[in-house]
């Protein structure tokens, strides 16, 4: 991990109250598919974590939601030039083995960015079914990444897009289809819960990304910490924020 002092390229909005954050770091930065960011946004002790969407070389690229007084900050105090301090990159992000070819992504909200840089990571080794929930059609962005994958569905609360319902419940009518050898999520708390339910008894790896609030990000405040299964707590930010769905409490 290290704290950087990048230069915003592009601060600009892509869908509605969806951000998307590209600046430059001084050197190119090694970042696996859900390792995430600190970002320090001016006028606030505290940095906001936000999953890496799009790591190429030196460009790094944050996808956020405006979700409360330092996200709106973060969308119209920096715009192309200014600097930005982050430290990155944090966690120890989604890992996938050699023989699992067949993989699953099902993502929900701002759960869908971390999971647009594992299909990045994994689109050219491995077949990627990808299972992508949204409020509506005006929440719909990044198509283009997530199309990247063998097969694509997009949900949407209201079918205006898509599937009609959640990505859990289009991901669970494809699986006996799909036959996944391992499963990527992350998404809001009950639609991990949902897949948890869905999947319980089949023999089949899941791994989720956690989102829990944070403080330092980097192991020291215990803010985020989970409970484990089995008793015994976890920090999601440095001992996650990817676990195995049956390893934590949701
Ligand atoms: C590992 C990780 C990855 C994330 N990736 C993304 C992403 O890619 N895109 C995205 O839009 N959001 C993401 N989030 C959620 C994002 O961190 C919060 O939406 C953001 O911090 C809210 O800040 P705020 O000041 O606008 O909101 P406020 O509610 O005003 O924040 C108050 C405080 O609570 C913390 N906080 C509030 N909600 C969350 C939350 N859900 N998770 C963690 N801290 C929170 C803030 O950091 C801040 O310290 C991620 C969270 C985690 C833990
Ligand atoms: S946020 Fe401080 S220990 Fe995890």
């Known amino acids: 991990m290290r704290e950087l002092t990048a230069t915003v390229l592009e601060n600009k909005q892509i869908a509605e109250e969806i951000y998307s954050l590209t600046f430059a770091c001084e050197e190119p930065v090694k970042v696996r598919a859900g390792q995430f960011a600190m970002v320090g946004v001016d006028g606030f002790p505290l940095r906001r974590p936000i999953a890496v969407c799009k ?24 715009s192309r030039g200014e600097k930005i301090s982050v430290l990155l990159p944090l966690g120890n992000g989604f890992s996938v083995t050699e023989e699992q070819k067949r993989v699953a992504v099902v993502g929900g909200g701002v759960g869908i960015f971390p999971l647009i840089a594992a299909i990045r990571e994994y689109a050219e080794s491995k077949e990627i079914y990808a299972y992508m929930g949204f409020r509506g059609k005006e929440a719909i962005c990044m198509q283009y990444e997530m199309q990247r994958g ?3 569905v997009i949900a949407t609360d209201d079918g205006s897009v898509g599937y009609r319902g959640t990505a859990v419940q289009a991901f669970m ?6 036959k996944p050898h ?8 009950p639609m991990l819960r949902a897949l948890k339910s869905a999947t319980a008894g089949r023999d089949l790896p899941v791994y989720v990304s956690l989102e829990e609030r944070m403080g330092c990000g980097v192991g020291a ?8 299964r089995g008793g015994g707590h976890a920090r999601v930010c440095k001992d996650g924020p990817v676990f195995g769905i049956g390893e934590v409490e949701l």
């Open 55 to 78: 790591a190429e070389g030196e460009r790094i690229t944050l996808c956020y939601r405006l979700k409360g007084e330092g996200t709106r900050r973060l969308a119209s105090r920096y």
């Open 150 to 152: 063998k097969e694509l």
């Open 173 to 178: 009518e494809d699986i006996d289809r799909v």
């Open 182 to 189: 391992v499963v990527l999520a992350c998404g809001p708390t």
């Open 221 to 228: 405040c215990l803010v985020c910490v989970c409970d484990l």
